[in-house]
């Protein structure tokens, strides 16, 4: 699914995606005739719904991304960039269609997103664990050192899973633009 190409260090528009609302509405809305303001606003789109291999922010979490990614794009420009970018109905609304894009074009992705989320919450609970947590009621270790060992080896289980469950949301995005005689077809033929 492309609906932007970065050129240079710009992120611009396919012919796809300025037939589309709200895309067509950011890029219609900015009156700058290099319209650098509407290819800011499809860069933020793009860093942070993309899950192109060449995406540097995919494998943040979303929180940290959205963050990381309006940082890179507007740095000292706009100090108030995370407002606006929250706040802008239209970019909410173009992260929401590229979401539904997404999830229509790869079927795993939602199972792949959900796991994800539970990795990252489990990457948590690990650096915030203390093995001296005792049980209140018994003053007994609350885990046992088997169970801390088993949870270490099985992360490297779930980065594996994880791993595989990305390559397969991958070629699903990306490989069901192709037919059979390897021809690329837009959105609207599928």
């Known amino acids: 699914m492309d609906l932007f ?10 012919e ?15 009156n700058d005739p290099l319209k650098l303001n509407a290819k800011r606003e499809f860069a933020y789109i793009e860093l942070n719904m993309s899950y192109k291999k060449s995406n540097p922010y995919k494998g943040f979490a979303d929180d940290i991304r959205e963050r990381k ?13 995370a407002e606006h970018l929250k706040e802008d109905e239209l970019i909410i609304k173009g992260r929401a269609l ?17 796991s994800k989320a539970l990795a990252e919450k489990m990457v948590k609970w690990m650096k915030e664990f203390d093995i001296n947590e005792t049980n209140p009621r018994t003053g007994l270790p609350l885990y046992k050192p088997k169970e801390v060992t088993m949870a270490l080896k ?20 990306f490989e069901s633009m192709k037919t059979k005689g390897n021809k690329e077809i837009n959105h609207f033929e599928m």
């Not at 796809?16 to 900015?30: F, G, N, Q, V």
């Not at 990614?69 to 960039?81: C, Q, S």
């Not at 992360?155 to 995005?173: C, F, G, H």
């Open 69 to 81: 990614v309006g940082e890179a794009i507007y740095k000292d420009e706009y100090p108030d960039y």
């Open 16 to 30: 796809h995606a300025l037939i589309m609302y709200p895309y067509s509405e950011i890029w219609t809305r900015d």
């Open 154 to 173: 099985d992360s490297y289980d779930v980065m594996k899973t994880l791993n595989a469950m990305e390559e397969k949301v991958y070629e699903q995005l």
């Open 98 to 114: 590229y979401n539904e894009l997404r999830l229509k074009a790869a079927p795993t992705i939602e199972y792949y997103l959900a």
């Open 5 to 14: 190409r970065v050129e240079g260090n710009l992120v611009v528009p396919t």
